[in-house]
């Protein structure tokens, strides 16, 4: 049964540097995207970005300029960090698995395990 | 804006059929995904891939797709099933995974 656990500060003010971390427990960290999604209070879901097992990013353009995620693959875990936060940031956030599926030629994201989320809170 | 749209809110009586839709213009060549999420939980998906299955849902979910537009179809829905839905697939470039605005189930 994989599990996906995740931690960071939930409180930063202003302009500084959101940090979460993500381990993955019980299974292959191969073979998958691991990602991140945020949820604003009372709104929709936003994809941040994802790594794959090798270190291939791909990053949500809106936040492209702010975003880095890294694997360490040594202890099966992935990161997020944002910097120069504002209060638009502020959102739980969700580590999550994506088993990228074919079918008949086409494609779609299964976002089929997630973290407990974290609410982080930016506020001066 | 999203590149996925979605109502934002429907209704459906105890133990009717609903559909719950997504349009967007990358459904013409990818395959949404639908996530369940209930107050204060992580979401859970319930449809990936033409219409897909995860093991533990309940089989009146399936997801069907013609043209521009996803469906999640929930048959004889229960009062467990209210909650918030969220289908996913890709922007137009096909590089980046969107969800749509998320629709709000009441079951009556």
């Known amino acids: 049964q994989v599990q996906l656990q995740q931690w960071g500060a ?12 993500c381990a993955v427990y019980g299974g292959s960290f191969s073979g998958y995207y691991w990602t991140w999604i945020r949820q604003p209070p009372g709104k929709g879901l936003e994809w941040i970005g994802e790594i794959n097992h090798s270190g291939s990013t791909n990053y949500n ?9 890294s ?4 202890k099966n875990q992935f990161s997020l960090k944002l910097s120069s936060v504002t209060a638009a940031d502020t959102a739980v956030y969700y580590c999550a698995r994506n088993d990228i599926v074919v079918v008949s030629a086409a494609m779609a994201d299964a976002f089929d395990i997630w973290g407990q989320g974290t609410m982080v809170t930016v506020s001066s | 804006s999203s590149e996925l749209t979605q109502d ?6 105890l133990g009717q059929t609903v559909r719950i839709t997504c349009q967007g213009d990358s459904l013409r060549s990818y395959y949404a995904s639908w996530y369940q999420q209930k107050p204060g939980q992580a979401p859970v998906v319930v449809i990936y891939g033409k219409s897909n299955r995860p ?12 043209g521009n537009t996803a469906s999640l ?6 009062a467990e099933d209210e909650a918030d839905y969220y289908c996913n697939s890709r922007d137009s470039s096909g590089n980046h995974p969107v969800f749509g605005g998320g629709t709000k189930l009441t079951v009556l």
Do not use: H, N, W, Y
């Open chain 2, 55 to 66: 093991s533990g849902i309940p089989d009146r979910f399936s997801g069907s797709s013609s």
């Open chain 1, 10 to 21: 939930g409180l930063l003010k202003p302009s500084e540097t959101l940090s979460l971390t």
């Open chain 1, 71 to 74: 694997v360490d693959t040594s």
């Open chain 2, 73 to 78: 179809t929930i048959t004889g829905a229960q």
């Open chain 1, 61 to 69: 353009p809106s936040l492209k300029s702010r975003v880095t995620i």
């Open chain 2, 8 to 13: 934002p809110a429907v209704s459906v009586a």
